[in-house]
């Protein structure tokens, strides 16, 4: 069995590794000859169980992951979270939020039910096409939390920094999570939907520092309770076991590839190459400035929506899938996650010259 060839720029569900693919279909029926696929087995199976137990492993070796800090595999999507988060971390106070695109927007307004929300910074007056700056940030004194986003999946800006916080840092890793090397210490808590850069749909990932667990508000559902889902190595209710797995492929991969340190070569040469040409353009734009350009989701433009289109759909003709940007942000956006092969980048700049040698007058 074999698949078209085409190259996937979806921002997420997203492309993934096709010896992943392989591997997992290679063993779906029959996982290691136990007469059963993995989407079938108890999750609370000795067999399950060491799937979940090396996959938390890997993960934990994948990002050096302190002791400090528990991994947690849970289900809600990354949207979940942007309620689980203050629920139970901001003690009816206040927390910082940065809003430098779509889902920390969203992020901060779930969190105003719970507590009172400072906007540390908020770049929608130039339609989110950079990151603040450290001196930038207005941070409240009281905050109980810092929370950002790390790479902005819809406008394509990536945090070249890690911010300098008195409170815990929360961050959104959903789409560069296992892109580049993490120092999780500093984190409080770090969190990514699997669908981006890891895994299927339906798994959620918590990185979180023990110490901060137990701090829930009363109302707080027991399967969004830290404390509860520590406790219970985040099977207090059947996990995502299916993507779990899928994600332990993944894992197994990124070793291959020479892990997080891999990654980041490759994610800044991929990236680049798009950026190279952006910049030397004629008909096309960059859509996020230099400084705070992301190396995941390259936004650009022609100007011209019409134009735009026509570039979207000529693209899919030639199997360059799923270019067209977030309808908020509008424009282009190739994702060059992890499993995109540099081909796919070499067939997207040389597509974009091809349009822009026909279209630029
Ligand atoms: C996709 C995405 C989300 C939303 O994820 P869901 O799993 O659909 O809830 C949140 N944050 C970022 C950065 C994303 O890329």
Redesign the pocket.
């Known amino acids: 069995m074999s698949r078209e060839k085409v190259f996937n720029f979806s921002a997420?569900p997203s492309v993934m590794p096709l010896s992943v693919l392989e591997k997992a279909r290679d063993e779906l029926l029959d996982y290691r000859s136990c007469g059963m696929s993995v989407m079938e087995m108890s999750h609370r199976s000795s067999l399950f169980q060491e799937i979940f137990d090396s996959t938390k492993e890997k993960l934990k070796a994948a990002l050096s992951v302190p002791d400090s800090h528990e991994i947690l595999f849970l289900q809600g999507?990354?949207?979940l979270q942007f309620a689980a988060i203050p629920m139970n971390l901001m003690e009816g106070g206040t927390a910082d939020y940065a809003v430098t695109g779509n889902?920390s927007s969203k992020a901060a307004k779930e969190a105003e039910k719970y507590g009172r929300v400072n906007i540390a910074c908020d770049s929608s007056d130039t339609g989110h096409d950079r990151i603040p700056t450290q001196s930038e940030l207005k941070l409240s004194d009281e905050a109980k939390y810092f929370y950002y986003?790390a790479?902005n999946?819809v406008y394509g800006t990536e945090w070249q920094y890690v911010p300098e916080t008195k409170a815990p840092l929360v961050c959104?890793m959903?789409?560069d999570i296992l892109s580049r090397p993490v120092d999780v210490a500093k984190f409080g808590l770090i969190y990514a939907?699997a669908?981006?850069n890891m895994a299927p749909?339906g798994l959620?990932v918590v990185i979180l520092d023990k110490s901060l667990a137990g701090r829930e508000m009363p109302i707080t559902p027991s399967v969004m309770s830290y404390k509860t889902l520590i406790k219970a190595d985040s099977m207090l209710n059947t996990p995502p076991c299916w993507c779990i797995y899928m994600l332990g492929l993944t894992l197994d991969w990124l070793e291959s590839q020479g892990g997080v340190v891999g990654m980041e070569q490759i994610k800044r040469e991929r990236a680049g190459r798009v950026y190279a040409y952006l910049d030397e353009s004629r008909l096309f734009k960059a859509h996020a400035r230099a400084d705070s350009r992301s190396d995941m989701n390259v936004t650009f433009r022609t100007g011209d929506p019409e134009l735009d289109a026509e570039f979207v759909k000529g693209a899919a003709a030639r199997g360059l899938l799923n270019l067209k940007g977030h309808k908020v942000a509008g424009g282009m956006r190739a994702s060059l996650y992890n499993a995109m092969p540099m081909e796919g980048v070499t067939a997207l700049i040389e597509y974009m010259k091809e349009f822009e040698t026909k279209h630029h007058v």
């Open positions: 997420g999507g990354a949207t889902f986003c790479n999946t959104d959903s789409s939907g669908q981006k749909a959620t």
